[in-house]
């Protein structure tokens, strides 16, 4: 899908400017010849990927006379990113310079990015080129600034943009969509209102996800309007009200009822002078006629997210629902039009997720983090040093917690500091984030691959890393015959385990025999490893395939692992540790380090490995790395920060900075 796909057509006076198909192709060969020198023109090839291109985006603009052949009289090719458009090229015919094509064709472009939620629009211009400097000053443009050499030795450009919204946010961009937009309108003047019909059509809504999408169609039954709105607006990442899951919860009793028990004892106190046995409630986007529940109502509407319904409640030995029933909003006009223009107004007024700024940060970078974790991958002195570090980059820091996860698109990247599964949040936000085209680490394949230690296992032997030898085991694989053939002690691992949790040793048959009815219970499948001593094990922290810190972690005391969970006494529960310079570690460590990351990806990983007669054994590789203040600092100190800070901010550097001609 293009940027503008199946978008119709925008006329400017005699003009149309429509997205282009392959049979333009030889037109914008022809423009690029005329209008840029050889060295500066795009070649065939990538004119033919900007107008396939999913990304990119190339307009043509002709001339609409309605008797005659429509004659091709300019091009553009834009390029979208989360936030902002940047015009690629423009290039007008000559025979139709000065007669306002260009201004049209601009005008289009800043109405489109303007109306679909994006903040700025930037290009490159020549920075000797006054003419063309001062004709794109006219339409807001303002230098941001130059680049030497940017078109060849010699050839400064100047990088310009026009900010497109000074005083509301993108994060504040409600769109209210409905059914009924000429009653509202005629109702409301202040109101930004969009049919059900153009927000269903209109594709060009699904390439920008900053929009907040209030849905008060008259019904949210499946099949109707009102239930694709939501539908899509899920599948765009648009925030909505209501979801196509709220939409559930409000027709499922015993969601309902979970959901109301969440304030039970509030809901307890706030009625406990209603007599009555049932009791009744109308909500209009978190208000109440009722003053004495306006609080109430404000709790039911974060609970529920359905702009307007009403709610009974039935006194057993507790409050449970009766009914819920939703409202459209055609009745709700007709009975509650104060409340309701009250309850828009306030909601539309509503700034969400604003932060404040002291200082003018590049891009965004959201820090998740688990403040209950026990052992979470950093300590509370490494994360004021990665938000140090990142703000010295170019970052402006927000540490995040599962509870921010529909926030994710207000930011430019993620890097997660807590503990990540595939089953739990962490890698709901990390594929989440990927999605909406953040840079992540940990990203979603490493968490998925890292996490599961058959993959590990299959990927390093199938490769030919020296790992300890290993045996994958199942219910139906657990015979005495087989498990006689195991060599003791034996490492027994559950395929999805971390922090040397789920990780056990046996020393027997019968201890092994145990353990794997335990274990089994909880996985279909079991990996069972030699067990090989050593004093201490490797982990080298690998980032851009590049070996970054080396540690020692030595065993937990009387024990055999770097921690032993069973331990009370928090002295005890960690062995000690030792940082290594990267240039006195072994070169077979950090060879096998590198080269086994390198199967995950380039991202942020911890590998471990033991050293067994100067040979290098891979134990595991990690996604989510310990960094913690004193440990695997220790060398490096804020430097071991700075980087992997730094790494972060030249991958959105290298997506977002690629060279655009314009003329």
């Not at 509301?168 to 003047?189: A, E, G």
């Not at 959201?366 to 570090?389: G, M, Q, W, Y």
């Not at 006195?584 to 990983?605: C, D, E, H, M, W």
Request: glycine share 4%; net charge positive; with cysteine.
């Amino acid at each position: 899908m293009s940027l503008i796909h199946g978008v119709d057509n925008t006329s400017c006076r005699s003009h149309i400017i429509r997205e282009a198909v392959p049979n333009d192709l030889d037109f914008v060969m022809q423009l690029e010849r005329e209008c840029f020198a050889e060295k500066r023109q795009s070649s065939k090839r990538s004119l033919q990927n900007s107008i396939s291109s999913t990304s990119q985006l190339v307009l043509i603009i002709e001339s609409s006379t309605g008797r005659k052949k429509n004659v091709k009289m300019g091009a553009a090719v834009i390029i979208h990113y989360k936030r902002s458009i940047r015009i690629y090229s423009l290039a007008i015919d000559r025979n139709y310079r000065k007669t306002g094509v260009g201004e049209a064709l601009v005008r289009h472009i800043i109405n489109f990015a303007s109306s679909h939620g994006y903040e700025r629009i930037s290009l490159e211009a020549d920075i000797n080129n006054p003419r063309l400097v001062d004709w794109y000053n006219k339409f807001g443009f303002e230098a941001a600034r130059a680049l030497p050499d940017y078109y060849g030795p010699g050839e400064s450009g100047l990088r310009m943009s026009l900010v497109l919204s000074t005083q509301k946010t993108v994060q504040d961009r409600l769109l209210i969509v409905t059914d009924d937009v000429r009653s509202l309108k005629k109702w409301s003047s202040e109101l930004t209102l969009c049919s059900a019909q153009d927000y269903l059509s209109d594709h060009n809504y699904a390439k920008s996800n900053r929009f907040h999408i209030l849905n008060i169609c008259n019904s949210y039954k499946i099949h109707s309007l009102g239930y694709y709105v939501s539908l899509l607006a899920n599948a765009r990442n648009h925030m909505v009200i209501p979801s196509v899951v709220n939409m559930k919860d409000v027709t499922t009793p015993m969601v309902a009822q979970s959901l109301l028990d969440e304030i039970e004892n509030y809901l307890a106190a706030k009625l406990s002078l209603i007599t009555k046995q049932n009791f009744s409630l109308t909500i209009i986007m978190g208000k109440s006629s009722d003053q004495r529940f306006s609080e109430l109502a404000q709790k039911l509407f974060r609970l529920f997210s359905i702009p307007f319904f009403s709610l009974c409640l039935q006194r057993k030995d507790r409050w449970v629902v009766k009914k819920i029933k939703v409202l459209s909003v055609k009745n709700v006009m007709a009975e509650h039009e104060h409340l309701l223009q009250e309850a828009l107004g306030e909601y539309s007024a509503k700034k969400r997720y604003t932060r404040p700024r002291l200082k003018h940060f590049k891009y965004d970078l959201a820090i998740l983090v688990n403040p209950e974790e026990k052992t979470p991958p950093s300590c509370p002195d490494a994360l004021d040093r990665f938000r140090k570090a990142a703000e010295k980059t170019g970052f402006y820091v927000e540490f995040i917690t599962k509870a921010d996860k529909r926030r994710i698109c207000e930011f430019d990247a993620l890097f997660i500091r807590e503990t990540t599964a595939i089953e739990n949040h962490t890698y709901a936000i990390s594929r989440h984030a990927y999605t909406e085209g953040l840079v992540v680490i940990d990203d979603p394949w490493s968490i998925m691959l890292c996490s599961n230690k058959v993959f590990l296992h299959e990927k390093l032997g199938s490769e030919g890393i020296c790992q300890p030898r290993g045996w994958l085991l199942t219910k139906k694989d657990i015979s005495e015959k087989r498990t006689q053939s195991l060599v003791f002690p034996l490492v027994l691992k559950l395929p999805e385990s971390s922090f040397s949790q789920g990780v056990y040793r046996v020393d027997s048959h019968a201890e092994l025999q145990e353990r794997l009815n335990e274990m089994l219970k909880k996985s279909d499948l079991v990996i069972a490893q030699e067990f090989l001593v050593s004093e201490y094990d490797w982990r080298i922290g690998v980032l851009d395939n590049k070996p970054i810190f080396a540690c020692k972690y030595f065993m937990a005391k009387n024990h055999w692992q770097i921690y032993n969970w069973d331990s009370s006494d928090a002295v005890d529960f960690s062995g000690q540790h030792e940082a290594v310079r990267i240039d006195q570690v072994p070169p077979s460590i950090l060879k096998a380090a590198v080269r086994s990351s390198s199967l995950i990806g380039n991202g942020f990983y911890g590998v471990d490995l033991k050293e067994i007669g100067g040979k290098a054994y891979v134990i595991e590789v990690n996604d989510n790395p310990n960094v913690d203040f004193g440990i695997e600092d220790q060398l490096l100190g804020n430097e071991l920060y700075e980087r992997i800070m730094q790494s972060i901010f030249d991958r959105i550097e290298l997506e977002r900075q690629q060279i655009r001609y314009i003329s």
